[in-house]
């Protein structure tokens, strides 16, 4: 089945620790997203690519950084994770940009910061 | 810019009772409205979404929404709970022109037997 797949799904970091978290899908979609979700929240965007082009949300902590080496794998740096950034991190693609296109969601990893 | 509103946090029905989860929404420009739903340690899934065309959309596991201009809402719907319905609902739009899906901070659905 095509999918959007999250590893890990549980992440265990350090206080200042530098942590990636990893995303690929095998839908062959053009654009994927990273989400942050904490608990009890709505899912914030972070940030999206659109084939190779980068787009930051202007809220977005210079903190976090992603890279996009092909279609299927995203990934997201966190360089120097605080307490604050425990949540959930879902990653999502799409076929398209566009309002209209349907966001395909992976189960998450979550992160725990210590 | 637009934004999602979900009233209240919880929900809780009995099995086989009427769901009705609330929507509503604020948009300047037509909107594009969906329901995700997230199971407990999974992603979001999409339920159903409106883009233009019929107000009534049926979705996924027999839930429907309407979408209503002069209520600025979009309201979830399923005539009988299941069990397997116990999940967080999300409802989410997106404004013409934007590329950018907001969510609203969802409900979480307890189904009692």
């Known amino acids: 089945d095509a999918m959007v797949i999250q590893n890990p799904r549980y992440q265990v970091t350090q206080f200042g620790k530098p942590v990636t978290l990893s995303c690929s899908q095998t839908?062959?979609?053009?654009?994927m997203y990273w989400y942050q979700q904490k608990s009890s929240q709505a899912p914030k965007l972070l940030f999206h690519y659109y084939d190779k082009d980068f787009n930051n949300e202007a809220d977005t902590p210079d903190n976090f950084q992603s890279r996009r080496p092909n279609t299927s794998f995203c990934f997201l740096d966190i360089r120097s994770p605080g307490l604050g950034d425990a949540a959930m991190y879902l990653c999502a693609t799409s076929r398209d940009a566009g309002g209209v296109e349907t966001q395909y969601f992976g189960p998450g990893t979550r992160l725990l910061v210590l | 810019a637009q934004s999602v509103t979900q009233l209240g946090s919880h929900v809780s029905v009995s099995e086989g009772a009427l769901v009705l989860l609330r929507c509503n929404y604020s948009?300047?420009?037509?909107?594009?409205l969906f329901w995700y739903v997230q199971y407990p340690n999974q992603g979001l899934q999409l339920l159903l979404k409106?883009?233009?065309?019929?107000?009534l959309v049926k979705g996924i596991n027999g839930f429907e929404a309407e979408f209503k201009k002069s209520e600025t809402s979009f309201h979830l719907t399923k005539p009988s709970a299941h069990m397997s319905d116990a999940a967080e609902y999300f409802c989410a739009v997106v404004s013409g022109g934007s590329e950018k899906l907001v969510f609203g901070k969802g409900m979480k659905l307890t189904v009692n037997p």
């Open positions: 948009s300047s420009v037509p909107p594009y």
């Open positions: 839908l062959n979609h053009n654009v």
């Open positions: 409106y883009t233009t065309g019929a107000t």
